[in-house]
């Protein structure tokens, strides 16, 4: 099945997923020739729920003892620029990338909009590790329209709210349905907690220190006592943080390789923003599909700060 997109270009229904017609091809040699290493690290998310956030704390955590603090590639270069995207980046133009070339820092640190099924069976079958993020679906709603109200094809109008919420209900948008993505990460980071973290943004926005902590453990580069005493986990959170990244110059005029601006990334970056948008009856609606499909899995959002 085929539907139109909100920008009015084409998404195809593909292994149960509403995929971009742009990257498909990518996803189709990306799943047929990645070959993951044990190493690597896929940062993985629904978009719109803190992929640059996440790449940012990623590539700040793990390569720390790679740079000097005053030289972090954050200063100059995107968080899309230095943690590229699979399908959307690195095989978008190409079916046998150098992933040698393309990797500039060891190990080797990616990323992907994939839905967990979905994801090569070299990256689940190694010893690879995946960090997750998804978000409350109204902030994540909100983030979506605005960020694809600016991008659509100016002959077309926008997107309304109202018709968005149409297809957003009916899980109509990249990657979507969101929960069956959602579900599909937390059901394999219930499985396995040691190949795959399971973070919400909203947990990141209220302790980003303790969380940071956790992904370096996870990724199995702890912070050691002294680079605690030294305030190196303040100091990562601080320099990933919306208002820093925000003004970084690169992120104010830079374009990513897709196209899309590097300004389109960074909108408020707060919980509970849906407030300013939803009707109550938009609000009813999503509150009951989110406990209709998050069921009886464990799962929660938390909706405001
Ligand atoms: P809003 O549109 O609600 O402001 P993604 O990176 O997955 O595309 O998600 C974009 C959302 O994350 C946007 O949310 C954006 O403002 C927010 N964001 C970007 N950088 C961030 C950061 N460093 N800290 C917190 N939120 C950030």
């Not at 085929?2 to 009015?8: L, N, P, R, V």
């Not at 150098?98 to 069976?121: E, G, K, M």
């Not at 959170?237 to 690169?250: D, G, P, Q, R, T």
């Amino acid at each position: 099945p085929k539907e139109k997109s909100w920008t009015g270009s084409n998404f195809y229904f593909y292994q149960g997923f509403w995929c971009p017609s742009i990257v498909l091809r990518a996803v189709i040699s990306f799943q047929k020739h990645f070959q993951a290493c044990d190493s690597d690290i896929i940062v993985s998310t629904f978009p719109k729920c803190g992929t640059t956030w996440l790449k940012a704390l990623t590539f700040s955590t793990l390569y720390r003892n790679q740079f000097a603090w005053d030289e972090n590639p954050l200063l100059t270069f995107g968080p899309h620029q230095l943690v590229r995207f699979l399908e959307y980046d690195i095989y978008l133009n190409n079916p046998f990338p150098d992933l040698q070339n393309v990797c500039v820092y060891q190990p080797r640190l990616l990323s992907t909009h994939l839905p967990y099924a979905s994801l090569p069976t070299s990256i689940k079958d190694s010893n690879s590790k995946i960090v997750f993020i998804c978000r409350n679906p109204l902030d994540m709603f909100i983030s979506l329209w605005s960020f694809l109200y600016k991008l659509g094809d100016e002959s077309l109008e926008p997107l309304s709210l109202d018709e968005a919420f149409d297809k957003f209900y009916h899980g109509i948008y990249a990657y979507g349905p969101f929960f069956d993505h959602v579900l599909g990460y937390w059901k394999a980071s219930q499985e396995n907690p040691n190949k795959i973290l399971f973070l919400k943004y909203e947990d990141l926005k209220e302790d980003i220190n303790s969380h940071l902590k956790n992904l370096a453990m996870f990724l199995g580069v702890p912070f050691t006592d002294d680079e605690k005493k030294q305030g190196v986990v303040e100091e990562i959170a601080k320099i990933c943080s919306f208002e820093n990244l925000k003004e970084v110059e690169v992120n104010k005029k830079g374009v990513h390789i897709s196209g899309i601006p590097h300004t389109g990334f960074f909108r408020k970056g707060k919980v509970g923003d849906w407030s300013n948008y939803l009707t109550p009856f938009m609000v009813e609606r999503l509150e009951k599909l989110i406990q209709e499909k998050m069921d009886s899995s464990g799962l929660t959002f938390n909706l405001s700060s």
